[in-house]
């Protein structure tokens, strides 16, 4: 937490002090600066004073104004100063939301704190959009360069990229070259990837696309893929759901797991009860789907062929690939001991 060598509620006070009645209550109640820290809309603060939210606005705007070219105002430069100062340590351009956060959890100082940001000169707003949050920046043209890297790293991601947080951080850096290597530390570049509503990490630190459900998980199939991923083999449902509820600590009933193991295109029943992903070069379908499947890629194969190429696609016995090539309406052998569909 980020020690400030003033009280924000105090200098929040004494900058309203001298503000006409009116215009300061609008303010107090616009900004929740009073002992009621709840922010009311323009239109609520209308109803109070029987006026139209536009006329509220205008009392807003003048108030401000008549702030900014107070002497007060002027006597608290150093205050501006050293909040300015804070901004620039935490990378420049931070998100509201982190930048209190790193002040204060209580709702007067942080309401203090953003009106400071508002009144003040130094401090640039950009409203949240569809790529970043809301954010406060004290330098426009780094803040900018910030944001179009950020971009650039979310075009270079496809939808089912799932990346490694150093490795993320590799790319970042890559589109932030010409940055100030004071800028380039670790702490920063993850504040400055917390600006992205597009680029986000899921439960086990990784990256990728926000509306990726390998990013943002939602149910039990999006848990059991992050497991079985993680697992790097292939798994039985059993264990996944157990995982699931170690690793997440979510609720995952066996049936259930397999229920949807079964439902999604991104699993593969390679053995009994295991599961492998799609992902990972296995196909659909049970022993003798694969048998065929192979026999129209690669023609006539030995039993020996067959068997070492099912067994990459199945963990089953090689009595059971010998049992499905008995199968006479499916497949026929060769007069030189080769198997081929019938």
Same mark, same amino acid.
């Given at each position: ?5 003033? &009280?924000?509620?105090?200098? @929040? &006070? ?13 303010? @107090? ?7 009621? $820290? ?29 702030? =900014? &070219? ?15 100062? @804070? ?11 982190? #930048? ?8 007067? +100082? ?7 940001? @508002? ?25 900018? $360069? ?29 589109? #932030?070259?010409?940055?100030?290597? /004071? ?7 993850? =504040? ?53 509820? &170690? ?20 699993? +593969? ?17 049970? +022993?003798?789907?694969?048998? /065929? ?8 194969? $030995? ?36 198997? $081929?569909?019938?």
């Amino acid at each position: 937490m980020i020690k400030l060598s003033f &009280k924000p509620k105090e200098i @929040v &006070k004494k900058i309203l002090s001298e503000l006409p009645e009116r215009s300061r209550d609008v303010l @107090v109640k616009r900004y929740g600066l009073g002992k009621e $820290t709840a922010k009311m809309t323009l239109e609520a603060i209308g109803k109070e004073y029987s006026i139209t939210r536009e006329r509220v606005r205008q009392i807003e705007e003048h108030g401000l104004n008549l702030i =900014r &070219k107070s002497e007060v105002y002027k006597d608290k430069e150093p205050v501006f100063e050293e909040l300015k100062g @804070v901004i620039d340590d935490l990378g420049v351009i931070i998100s509201e939301e982190e #930048l209190l956060d790193n002040i204060s959890k209580a709702d007067g +100082v942080r309401n203090a704190i953003h009106f400071l940001l @508002v009144v003040g000169d130094f401090f640039l707003k950009h409203k949240e959009d569809e790529h970043f949050t809301h954010r406060w920046s004290v330098d426009k043209d780094l803040a900018l $360069t910030v944001e179009e890297s950020i971009k650039k790293l979310y075009e270079n991601l496809n939808h089912e990229d799932i990346i490694s947080e150093p490795e993320l951080i590799k790319n970042f850096l890559f589109e #932030l070259k010409d940055v100030s290597e /004071k800028y380039k530390n670790e702490e920063i570049i993850k =504040r400055w990837l917390k600006l992205s509503k597009k680029i986000s990490s899921n439960p086990l630190g990784e990256w990728g696309k926000s509306e990726s459900p390998n990013i943002n998980v939602k149910g039990i199939r999006d848990y059991a893929f992050l497991v079985i991923r993680r697992h790097g083999s292939p798994i039985h449902f059993r264990e996944v759901a157990e995982e699931i509820q &170690k690793l997440f600590n979510k609720k995952a009933h066996v049936a259930t797991t397999h229920n949807e193991l079964i439902k999604d295109s991104r699993f +593969v029943l390679v053995g009994r009860g295991l599961y492998a992903l799609t992902d990972w070069g296995y196909s659909n379908g049970v +022993v003798r789907d694969v048998i /065929k499947e192979l026999l129209v890629k690669e023609g006539p194969l $030995t039993r020996e062929e067959i068997i070492e190429k099912v067994l990459k696609e199945r963990h089953v016995k090689e009595n059971t690939v010998l049992v499905n090539l008995q199968n006479s309406k499916l497949f026929q052998k060769t007069p030189d001991n080769k198997y $081929t569909l019938a």
